[in-house]
């Protein structure tokens, strides 16, 4: 590549994309890399500005933006996702899928370090939409040394550095805890919370079980929940630590693995996971999830609608980025709250 007066460049191969910007009107490409320049091209691309412009000029040693871009998009593009066409050296990749999205952060973040390369991802473990733009490369020059293209697909290996894992369809069960519920003393409007935000994911509620707060009445709903057939059961209420909580007993009851009873999110801190041994979630949700707009509950629930097993590191690191703003109105998720899992 080579810079020569524009007034120069006729017969001249562009190595480039040339964008006319118009505020409030249009932004397109002009001319696009590989155009070659003709006479009547020279007062148009003075008036966008380009008083010299870069030609090919043939190397073995060195990439265009383009393809180097297209080695950038090849090293993250995985199964459920597609790449838009390259243009100004930028490659996208779109979600082909509604489903769990997820970045590997430390390869991420070493290919990052890489001088003149840049892939930008929306956060890990996030929701995401068919049609929706996952994530964009390009490299920060014109051209760019083979050398380090290589050196790229070192560091990233050979998996892809994201995923996206389709939403299953789940059927959910839900124990409603509590002798106030259970007796009838006031309405239960917890449970209609729950449906909603599990209908956003396509799971049905397969069954619902009152109980009050006898221990060995919930850990017996839980299992007859399981037996039924759900692929998750949910427990709401006595999730606190005052005595007459009893649900993180009753769920350890049930043999299920307890991943972690406590979460470092507010609103959610009470938050408790455990698995059976077939795989199955179980998930006792405290009383905040009820009332606040986010809270653990809804950082979760993508991973677990995607039957993704969440770890008790996972749930250690949602600590940055777990503490809930409180906004009015609320923009979850489009705010910092949650965008901590890794």
């Not at 590549?1 to 009107?25: E, F, P, Q, W, Y």
């Not at 490659?91 to 290919?111: H, S, Y």
């Amino acid at each position: 590549m080579k810079c020569i007066n524009t007034v120069d460049a006729v017969g001249h191969v562009l190595c480039h994309d040339i964008t006319r910007i118009v505020k409030d009107v249009t932004k397109d490409t002009a001319f696009r890399k590989g155009h070659i320049v003709t006479e009547e091209d020279i007062p148009v691309l003075l008036s966008l500005g380009k008083d010299h412009l870069y030609v090919w000029e043939k190397d073995e040693s060195m990439l265009h933006e383009n393809e180097a871009a297209q080695i950038l998009c090849e090293i993250c593009e995985n199964a459920n996702m597609h790449p838009t066409e390259v243009k100004e050296g930028k490659i996208e990749l779109i979600a082909d899928c509604d489903g769990l999205f997820r970045v590997d952060v430390a390869r991420l973040d070493a290919i990052n370090e890489i001088d003149e390369i840049m892939i930008a991802t929306r956060h890990s473990h996030t929701a995401v939409k068919k049609g929706d733009r996952l994530l964009g490369t390009r490299v920060i020059p014109l051209v760019i040394a083979k050398d380090k293209m290589e050196q790229v697909r070192t560091v990233a290996g050979t998996e892809p550095l994201v995923s996206l894992t389709p939403f299953r369809s789940m059927k959910a069960g839900i124990v409603t805890t509590g002798n106030e519920v259970y007796y009838g003393r006031i309405e239960d409007t917890f449970t209609p919370v729950i449906v909603e935000k599990l209908s956003a994911y396509g799971i049905k509620v397969c069954g619902h079980i009152l109980c009050d707060d006898n221990m060995d009445k919930i850990t017996e709903a839980i299992l007859k929940l399981k037996e039924d057939g759900a692929d998750m059961i949910l427990c709401t209420g006595g999730m606190s630590v005052d005595p007459d909580d009893r649900t993180p007993g009753a769920i350890k009851n049930t043999g299920a693995r307890i991943v972690s009873y406590g979460a470092p999110v507010l609103p959610g801190a009470m938050f408790l996971l455990a698995y059976f041994e077939d795989g199955t979630p179980v998930m006792g949700l405290p009383g905040c999830v009820m009332y606040a707009k986010a809270t653990v509950f809804d950082l979760v629930l993508p991973s677990v609608a995607a039957g993704v097993e969440v770890t008790k590191k996972q749930l250690s690191h949602m600590g940055n980025g777990g503490f809930c703003l409180g906004c009015k109105p609320c923009h979850y998720p489009n705010c910092g709250f949650g965008n901590c899992l890794s």
